[in-house]
């Protein structure tokens, strides 16, 4: 089955305690991106990569790192959590930027 | 830079009535039109799609959605909804940016709770 996958899906931390949030995907896509959710302003893209060991900032980058390694996993690195970063993170690939994008489950992270 | 406006955040409609979410955006330059929907807990999926062609979209579920091109708006209607049509609705709209790349830009959602 096709399909995006992320872990954790419910993340509770601490200010300050390093997570990997990580996205693996099965459809062979070049193309994959992070967002956040939060209410009222819909879905804000993070870092996007557009092929192995290509990376780049979206709209609200600042906190945030990741990396592609290999084409199928794109992780999420929060160095430094903080609460302000307390959002619902989607995870999303597609064959080429700007087209159909298949989402994951999402992971609800808490930073206290 | 492309901005994408769902001028409604809530809209309550009772069952097996009509419905109409509105989107717009600003830029008209070889848009691509997305429509997602997001049922509670679950993560977005795609309603229906408009690259080129007929601008009379139809997708999933019953849903579709009209392309002006000349007012920029792509609304999703359908002509008698059911409770479990109950969702967040999301527009995206992809544009060229640098190369060959585009750039997918998401809407603020509409809350679409339909009563019994």
């Known amino acids: 089955e096709a399909q995006v996958t992320q872990n954790p899906r419910y993340l509770i931390t601490v200010t300050g305690k390093k997570l990997t949030v990580t996205c693996s995907q099965n459809m062979n896509h070049e193309y994959m991106s992070w967002y956040r959710q939060d209410p009222g302003l819909g879905l804000r893209q993070i870092y996007y990569s557009m092929n192995v060991e290509v990376t780049d900032k979206g709209d609200v980058p600042e906190g945030y790192k990741v990396s592609r390694k290999e084409k199928r996993n794109f992780p999420l690195i929060l160095e430094s959590p903080s609460p302000n970063q307390t959002s619902l993170y989607f995870c999303a690939s597609s064959f080429v930027t700007g087209y159909e994008q298949y989402f994951g489950p999402g992971t609800r992270l808490t930073v206290t | 830079a492309q901005s994408v406006t769902q001028l409604d955040s809530q809209v309550p409609v009772f069952e097996e009535a009509p419905v109409e979410l509105r989107c717009n955006y600003s830029s008209s330059v070889s848009v691509y039109l997305f429509w997602y929907v997001q049922y509670p807990n679950q993560g977005l999926q795609l309603l229906l799609k408009?690259?080129?062609?007929?601008?009379l979209v139809k997708g999933i579920n019953g849903f579709e959605a009209e392309f002006n091109k000349s007012q920029t708006s792509f609304h999703l209607r359908k002509p008698s909804v059911h409770i479990s049509d109950t969702a967040e609705y999301f527009c995206a709209v992809s544009v060229p940016s640098s190369g060959s790349a585009r750039q997918l830009t998401f809407g603020s959602g509409t809350q679409l709770t339909v009563l019994p």
């Open positions: 408009y690259l080129s062609g007929s601008t």
